[in-house]
């Protein structure tokens, strides 16, 4: 399985970016997609995640930031509005299999279960 990520960027403070997730390979149907990031300096954390159980979102970007997929493409997309400079950080697209959205953002250190990762993406958020 291979995840392709792309879609980061500069941006000003409250504007909006998009990125974007393909997954190729054989990937079960009970699964998880979503969103980690990383800041300098600081652990990888939870963002957002889709699946067949719906979706969920880290409080810090709880009603500025929407998950979406379009499951013919195997694509996930995250567009991220009313950005601050806060949100500054790499952003990797992730991959658990046999697990939930839910999982994902309510699992203590689920960044150390993912199965698969893409390459991560700069989001720079300048004030």
């Known amino acids: ?18 990125l974007s997730c ?5 990937i079960s149907s009970f699964n998880a997609m979503g969103w980690y990031r990383q800041a300098p300096g600081k652990e990888r954390e939870f963002v957002a995640a889709i699946s067949w159980s719906g979706v969920y ?3 810090s970007v ?3 930031f929407t ?5 013919a493409k195997s694509t996930v997309y995250l567009q991220m509005s009313s950005l601050k ?6 952003y990797y697209c992730a991959l658990k299999e046999f697990t939930s959205a839910q999982a994902l953002g ?4 689920s960044q150390h279960a ?3 990762w893409g390459k991560g993406t700069l989001v720079t958020v300048s004030s």
């Open 62 to 64: 709880k009603g500025r």
């Open 57 to 59: 979102y880290g409080d």
């Open 1 to 18: 399985v291979q995840l392709q990520a792309s879609g980061g960027g500069l941006v000003q403070a409250g504007g909006s970016l998009r």
């Open 67 to 71: 998950i979406s997929s379009d499951n």
């Open 22 to 26: 393909t997954a190729s390979g054989s």
């Open 85 to 90: 400079p806060e949100d500054t950080a790499v």
């Open 114 to 116: 993912i199965d698969y």
């Open 106 to 109: 309510t699992s203590p250190s």
